[in-house]
C-alpha cells in the first residue's frame, strides 16, 4: 500500500508559486495520485488527478516524474484565499484515509 | 442545487447519549462515505456503502451504526456518546472508478459533534 510523505505547513505570499512534494515510494504500476483541498470549516474537495508526467486544470498543475515516486502540486499566483490543507492521495485504497495533509497559509 | 448534504451541521450532547447525523447525495453516485476528522485534521474513513452494500467497515467501535435505506442515503447512528467521539463527521459520495484510480469524491459541509 504507498504511503504518502508530504511537508506539515508551508507559508507563502499573495501572487507566488506555491509547490508541494508528496513523496510515495511504494506506489503501485496502476495507482493514479490525487490532491485534495480543504478550507476551514468545510470538507475536502477534488483539485486534480494524475498519472505521469504532467496535469493542468484551471486551478493546479500536477508533475510527476518518470519514476512517479514523488509529485509535485504546483498552486499559480496564490491568493489569500487559497490558504487551505492540501492532501495528497495514492491509489484507491480508501484505507490510508487522508493523513494530515500540508497546511499552506497565504499572506498579504 | 447542494450535491451532498448533512444535518445537522452542529450536534452537542451529552456524554451516553444516542444521536443520528443524516447525509444524502443528489449526484447519483453509487457509493457513500463516512469519514472522521479529529483535532488534528486527520480526516479517516469510517465506512463506505455501495449501492446499499457495506463494503468498508474499518475499526470503529461498534457504537457507529451507518444506515443506508436507499443509495442517495447514508445516515450514521451512534449510541452511547462518549467524548473521544467530539469531531468533525464528514459524509462524501463517488461514481465509480477504474482499478488504481481514485474516484473523485464530492464531500458535504461537515456535522461537528460536541460530546460534553
Known amino acids: 500500500l504507498a504511503k504518502t510523505t508530504q511537508p506539515i505547513s508551508m507559508d507563502s505570499y499573495e501572487g507566488q508559486e506555491v509547490n508541494i512534494t508528496c513523496s510515495h515510494n511504494?506506489?503501485?504500476?496502476?495507482?493514479?495520485i490525487t490532491w485534495y483541498q480543504q478550507f476551514p470549516s468545510q470538507g475536502p474537495r477534488f483539485i486534480i488527478q494524475?498519472?505521469?508526467t504532467k496535469v493542468t486544470n484551471e486551478v493546479a498543475s500536477l508533475f510527476i516524474p518518470a519514476d512517479r515516486k514523488s509529485s509535485t502540486l504546483s498552486l499559480p499566483r496564490v491568493s489569500l484565499s487559497d490558504t487551505a490543507v492540501y492532501y495528497c492521495?495514492?491509489?484507491?485504497?480508501?484505507?490510508?484515509?487522508f493523513g494530515a495533509g500540508t497546511t499552506v497559509t497565504v499572506r498579504a | 442545487d447542494t450535491a451532498v448534504s448533512q444535518t445537522p451541521k452542529y450536534l452537542v450532547t451529552q456524554m451516553g447519549n444516542d444521536k443520528s447525523i443524516k447525509c444524502e447525495q443528489n449526484?447519483?453516485?453509487?457509493?457513500m462515505y463516512w469519514y472522521k476528522q479529529d483535532s488534528k485534521k486527520f480526516l479517516k474513513i469510517m465506512f463506505s456503502?455501495?449501492?446499499?452494500?457495506?463494503?468498508i467497515n474499518e475499526t470503529v467501535p461498534n457504537r457507529f451504526s451507518p444506515k443506508s435505506p436507499d443509495k442517495a442515503h447514508l445516515n450514521l447512528h451512534i449510541n452511547s456518546l462518549e467524548l473521544g467521539d467530539s469531531a468533525v463527521y464528514f459524509c462524501?459520495?463517488?461514481?465509480?472508478?477504474?482499478?488504481?484510480?481514485?474516484?473523485?469524491?464530492?464531500f458535504g459541509p461537515g456535522t461537528r459533534l460536541t460530546v460534553l
Open positions: 462524501a459520495s463517488s461514481q465509480g472508478r477504474l482499478a488504481g484510480e481514485r474516484d473523485e469524491q464530492f
Open positions: 511504494n506506489i503501485a504500476t496502476n495507482d493514479y
Open positions: 494524475g498519472y505521469k
Open positions: 492521495l495514492v491509489g484507491d485504497d480508501y484505507k490510508l484515509s
Open positions: 449526484l447519483g453516485h453509487d457509493t
Open positions: 456503502y455501495n449501492n446499499k452494500e457495506l463494503i
